[in-house]
């Protein structure tokens, strides 16, 4: 049987998605550290800064921040990301800007597993309320790269933040 050029490229494709999904490696706290430091975007419409330190035992815990020059409004966020069992998990919470309101309840933080981890990536895949939902941090030198596919009212959303190191 001949195969046409096209079912030999979707055949190729297939193969190497499977091979590098099993040459993904298995994702360690420890190994995430590069994530730690103070990252900004400035924009004319939002200053954003998103801010993680390294906590006891390889633990990593995030803040962050989006508000906008001359307007109400914004978003604070409270991020964690640490061992639970064998898997490393983000939990995170958002606040309005004025820490009157809070956007998840209070039992209930939005919850992400790393799935990939790379030299300086890391992959996190949505559970229950969130599944289906991924978000992507990667870094480059003094660029950090944040990369959210979300659902949001049964539609996708994607959000893309070009972070630069602005200090540790």
Same mark, same amino acid.
């Given at each position: 049987m001949r195969l046409g050029a096209c079912a030999t490229i979707a055949l190729v494709a297939v193969a190497s998605l499977f091979a590098s999904a099993g040459n993904a490696a298995p994702?360690?706290?420890a190994d995430l550290r590069w994530i730690a430091g103070a990252w900004r975007d400035d924009s004319a419409d939002?200053?954003?800064?998103?801010?993680? $330190?390294? &906590?006891?035992?390889?633990?990593? $815990? &995030?803040?962050a921040w989006t508000l906008h020059p001359g307007a109400g409004g914004?978003?604070?966020?409270?991020?964690?990301?640490?061992?639970? &069992?064998?898997?490393?998990?983000?939990?995170?919470?958002?606040?309005?800007?004025?820490l009157a309101m809070a956007r998840e309840e209070k039992d209930a933080p939005m919850v992400f597993v790393a799935s990939a981890c790379g030299d300086r990536s890391v992959v996190l895949d949505g559970r229950g309320e969130r599944a289906g939902e991924h978000m992507t941090y990667e870094r480059a030198g003094d660029t950090l790269t944040f990369i959210g596919?979300?659902?949001?009212? &049964?539609q996708p959303l994607r959000v893309r933040v070009g972070f630069k190191k602005s200090g540790d």
């Open positions: 994702c360690r706290l939002a200053r954003t800064e998103e801010r993680w $330190v390294v &906590g006891p035992d390889d633990r990593l $815990v &995030g803040a914004g978003v604070i966020e409270a991020m964690t990301l640490q061992n639970d &069992g064998a898997n490393v998990v983000m939990r995170l919470r958002h606040f309005s800007g004025d596919d979300f659902i949001h009212e &049964g």
